[in-house]
């Protein structure tokens, strides 16, 4: 677009209102407008359906869904423009609606790469981040009018005019803007295919749980160094100087930082010998839970009750964990109960080991057992034993709902539960508060 000052271009667009062929541009703009955003719903609707959600084709539509349209938009009005030229038509409209169009490519892009990369869920932003995108949009728009007013030159000049002292050098602001924003779209960029790929890999059928999380990891380890060293190539910077970098590094890690390092390293070791994995449900000194993710530094656990604990990798590496899934995830319950001594034992035991059975969650191909324990005080002392394979969903419901199908057992059997009875008696006379009469009390309980 050929740039022009401020009052030639609406001398321009109020000149082209007169001439009837800018019913040519309108109609140009109009029709770009819908085919654009018709093409881009169309287009969301055929790739971005659930059967082909998992698919690249439908991963890069849904990725790009909120650009596509205002893209499709400036492509149509491009050709559009192109083709008005060629007949000798004013075009002054449609390079005015051209970057108007290209200014929301832009500022929706860089809102999806930050909420895709820094939003929770996807959803969840934090206030500073609007306010980041906020001034991002108010930017982008300013940039837009110095382009169309024909001042983005002038402004230009005078940011490769300025300079600003860096050590012994002296360095434009246009440099130091551009190499702001190189590193920082590099940076997002890298931070995006990071995200993306580890939402890719998540899916994929047939591969380790844990090796997913380790080829996610380390590329989005790499695309961030691959990243950084682009943007220092870009910048000017000798790559030289990350020498000086990875000895202080070094002598960081000997000096300081050998908890941080270790707990990444734990993290890799805990991922690659697949020790824990994703769903597992663990103990270790006095956290347990189920393992709901597994990162590089710390490992999250979320206990039955909605609680979460941060543990450092360090400590699932160096001490001892008891780990309910590692081989196999059947666990194995016990309670206990009290019958009167004159009950037939053997048919107690099948009446107890039958209740168990009779909940759902007991595993029925390993039938429970059912043991004559100790002669206690006030009855025989029976043990339940049963086994269940979902200890992720917490034993105390299980054992409840076998408590309670024992108490119907032997409530419909006749089968009474002994419990301690006390009686106490006090011997003597006692004056009564009212009219001072002795008389002798016994109390029972």
């Given at each position: 677009?050929?740039?022009?000052?401020?009052?030639?271009?609406?001398?321009?667009?109020?000149?082209?209102?007169?001439?009837?062929?800018?019913?040519?541009?309108?109609?140009?703009?109009?029709?770009?407008?819908?085919?654009?955003?018709?093409?881009?719903?169309?287009?969301?609707?055929?790739f971005g359906r659930q059967e082909v959600h998992s698919g690249v084709?439908?991963?890069?539509?849904?990725?790009?869904?909120?650009?596509?349209?205002?893209?499709?938009?400036?492509?149509?009005?491009?050709?559009?423009?192109?083709?008005?030229?060629?007949?000798?038509?004013?075009?002054?409209?449609?390079?005015?609606?051209?970057?108007?169009?290209?200014?929301?490519?832009?500022?929706?892009?860089?809102?999806?790469?930050?909420?895709?990369?820094?939003?929770?869920?996807?959803?969840?932003?934090?206030?500073?981040?609007?306010?980041?995108?906020?001034?991002?949009?108010?930017?982008?728009?300013?940039?837009?009018?110095?382009?169309?007013?024909?001042?983005?030159?002038?402004?230009?000049?005078?940011?490769?005019?300025?300079?600003?002292?860096?050590?012994?050098?002296?360095?434009?602001?246009?440099?130091?803007?551009?190499?702001?924003?190189?590193?920082?779209?590099?940076?997002?960029?890298?931070?995006?295919?990071?995200?993306?790929?580890?939402?890719?890999?998540?899916?994929?059928?047939?591969?380790?749980?844990?090796?997913?999380?380790?080829?996610?990891?380390?590329?989005?380890?790499?695309?961030?160094?691959?990243?950084?060293?682009?943007?220092?190539?870009?910048?000017?910077?000798?790559?030289?100087?990350?020498?000086?970098?990875?000895?202080?590094?070094?002598?960081?890690?000997?000096?300081?930082?050998?908890?941080?390092?270790?707990?990444?390293?734990?993290?890799?070791?805990?991922?690659?010998?697949?020790?824990?994995?994703?769903?597992?449900?663990?103990?270790?000194?006095?956290?347990?839970?189920?393992?709901?993710?597994?990162?590089?530094?710390?490992?999250?656990?979320?206990?039955?009750?909605?609680?979460?604990?941060?543990?450092?990798?360090?400590?699932?590496?160096?001490?001892?964990?008891?780990?309910?899934?590692?081989?196999?995830?059947?666990?194995?319950?016990?309670?206990?109960?009290?019958?009167?001594?004159?009950?037939?034992?053997?048919?107690?035991?099948?009446?107890?080991?039958?209740?168990?059975?009779?909940?759902?969650?007991?595993?029925?191909?390993?039938?429970?057992?059912?043991?004559?324990?100790?002669?206690?005080?006030?009855?025989?002392?029976?043990?339940?034993?049963?086994?269940?394979?979902?200890?992720?969903?917490?034993?105390?419901?299980?054992?409840?709902?076998?408590?309670?199908?024992?108490?119907?057992?032997?409530?419909?059997?006749?089968?009474?539960?002994?419990?301690?009875?006390?009686?106490?008696?006090?011997?003597?006379?006692?004056?009564?508060?009212?009219?001072?009469?002795?008389?002798?009390?016994?109390?029972?309980?």
């Amino acid at each position: 677009m050929q740039q022009q000052p401020l009052i030639n271009l609406i001398e321009d667009l109020t000149g082209d209102l007169s001439d009837p062929r800018v019913l040519w541009q309108l109609a140009a703009i109009i029709v770009s407008v819908v085919i654009g955003f018709g093409m881009a719903r169309l287009l969301k609707k055929r790739f971005g359906r659930q059967e082909v959600h998992s698919g690249v084709l439908g991963f890069g539509v849904e990725s790009f869904g909120r650009v596509m349209a205002p893209l499709m938009v400036v492509v149509l009005l491009a050709l559009a423009r192109l083709a008005l030229r060629k007949y000798h038509f004013h075009v002054n409209w449609l390079d005015v609606a051209q970057p108007i169009f290209g200014s929301l490519v832009v500022i929706r892009f860089t809102f999806y790469l930050i909420r895709r990369v820094f939003a929770r869920n996807g959803r969840t932003i934090s206030a500073t981040m609007l306010a980041f995108e906020k001034v991002f949009q108010l930017l982008v728009w300013l940039a837009f009018v110095l382009y169309v007013t024909g001042m983005w030159v002038d402004v230009l000049d005078i940011l490769e005019n300025t300079t600003l002292p860096v050590g012994k050098h002296r360095v434009t602001v246009a440099d130091i803007l551009q190499a702001s924003a190189s590193v920082v779209v590099l940076l997002m960029l890298a931070l995006w295919a990071g995200a993306a790929l580890e939402e890719w890999l998540m899916k994929v059928q047939g591969m380790h749980t844990n090796l997913r999380v380790v080829v996610s990891r380390t590329a989005r380890a790499v695309l961030i160094l691959v990243s950084v060293l682009m943007s220092l190539s870009l910048v000017g910077i000798d790559l030289t100087v990350l020498s000086v970098f990875g000895g202080a590094l070094g002598v960081g890690l000997g000096l300081g930082l050998q908890k941080i390092a270790s707990n990444y390293v734990s993290g890799f070791v805990i991922l690659l010998d697949r020790s824990l994995t994703i769903g597992d449900m663990i103990t270790v000194d006095k956290y347990s839970g189920r393992v709901t993710q597994i990162n590089t530094r710390y490992t999250v656990l979320q206990s039955l009750d909605g609680m979460e604990s941060i543990v450092p990798n360090e400590m699932l590496v160096s001490g001892a964990v008891q780990n309910s899934s590692l081989s196999n995830s059947n666990v194995n319950i016990s309670t206990k109960v009290s019958v009167a001594y004159d009950t037939d034992v053997d048919f107690a035991i099948q009446l107890l080991t039958d209740a168990a059975l009779s909940v759902e969650r007991v595993l029925k191909d390993k039938p429970p057992s059912v043991n004559l324990t100790t002669f206690g005080a006030d009855g025989l002392d029976l043990t339940v034993n049963f086994w269940i394979s979902d200890p992720e969903n917490g034993r105390g419901g299980v054992t409840s709902d076998v408590n309670r199908a024992i108490w119907r057992a032997l409530k419909e059997n006749n089968i009474s539960v002994p419990f301690p009875q006390r009686e106490m008696r006090i011997l003597g006379p006692v004056p009564t508060p009212v009219t001072g009469q002795e008389s002798t009390t016994v109390l029972k309980e």
